[in-house]
């Protein structure tokens, strides 16, 4: 490709919307005949847009091979260009129908696990009945993934921290509080009729953490390691809280989780009598988590809302943290 080419260039050769719209389909489906059919125009005609496109741009966008074609590095950067664009149309006439609609679109919200039960929840709840039409869809992940997802565009922003490195300046971050921790087990756990519980008696059972490198898990040890005790002689790493819950149910397991996540399940009727928590290292917590978005991203009026819901709540939680502290 001439490194005079620019995309005005390619406008100015007459380059064709359909064009962007069946080379991203190309770089999806990988067949002539699927990616024509899936932007509405028979095969032939798709070929004869993709010959055009060629002698546009002046080198070849993809060869044949026996099972569909395969984008040349030209090719593909065209095709990741073009997907782009498209992606970015679509945002905006999303944002417009939003716009025209007044309390209609769709809000992605990502968060950790305890201020999705401590925040999120009543938020939600709340959304539902003053904003119905809006759609929500909730993820639960880590904050790294989180990040990833914001980044990628899959979430409008989530509950959660920044990541540390070099994408920490592509986010807006809006802090709401710590996070304590709780060291949850089995109301019949041979620990709670202990008098004078200490950290150290925990020790020896078996404890159930985040898998090696995640917060919570380098919080535990770091709050162990500060107060001169080893580590747990046991450890299950799993990032799954629903196996965490059952396997503290089943066995004399040990797990540090959110409070917010402790007492949630604790209070809850089904599991009142089955889960309780340790009266141990009270002071234990996660660092600062908030509300992150993209930084200098205007948020559509839907998630504008539901963001304003959260934010709400988030400041209780944080009002009642400093309460306390």
């Not at 809000?107 to 938020?123: N, W, Y």
């Not at 904050?143 to 409008?156: K, Q």
């Not at 109301?187 to 150290?200: E, G, S």
Request: charge should be neutral.
């Amino acid at each position: 490709m001439p490194d005079s080419l620019s995309t005005d260039d390619l406008v100015r050769r007459g380059l064709k919307f359909s064009q962007l719209r069946l080379l991203a389909s190309l770089r999806e489906f990988g067949k002539i005949a699927v990616a024509a059919q899936h932007v509405g125009m028979t095969q032939p005609a798709a070929s004869r847009l993709l010959a055009q496109l060629d002698t546009m741009v002046g080198t070849p966008l993809y060869t044949r091979h026996p099972r569909g074609i395969e984008l040349t590095e030209a090719g593909r950067i065209l095709a990741a260009q073009a997907t782009e664009m498209l992606r970015d149309l679509d945002r905006a006439h999303q944002r417009i129908a939003q716009i025209r609609g007044g309390e209609r679109g769709h809000v992605r919200i990502g968060s950790v696990t305890g201020p999705s039960l401590e925040i999120l929840l009543p938020a939600i709840r709340e959304a539902r009945h003053r904003f119905p039409d809006i759609e929500i869809t909730i993820r639960i992940e880590t904050s790294d993934r989180l990040a990833e997802a914001l980044i990628a565009d899959d979430i409008d922003f989530y509950i959660g921290r920044v990541i540390e490195g070099g994408e920490a300046q592509a986010f807006s971050f809006s802090v709401i509080a710590t996070e304590p921790v709780g060291l949850l087990v089995r109301a019949d756990h041979p620990l709670i009729w202990k008098v004078d519980l200490a950290l150290a008696d925990c020790l020896s059972f078996d404890w159930v953490m985040q898998p090696p490198g995640g917060l919570l898990r380098r919080t535990t040890e770091a709050y162990l390691r500060q107060r001169g005790l080893p580590m747990p002689e046991h450890v299950l790493g799993t990032s799954s809280t629903l196996f965490t819950l059952a396997l503290i149910n089943e066995t004399n397991a040990i797990a540090p989780v959110a409070r917010a996540v402790a007492e949630f399940f604790v209070a809850r009727a089904a599991l009142r009598d089955r889960l309780a928590t340790l009266p141990v290292a009270r002071d234990m917590s996660v660092s600062n988590f908030g509300i992150v978005s993209r930084y200098g991203d205007a948020p559509s009026p839907a998630t504008e809302r539901i963001l304003g819901l959260v934010r709400r709540h988030s400041s209780q939680v944080g009002g009642t943290r400093a309460d306390m502290s």
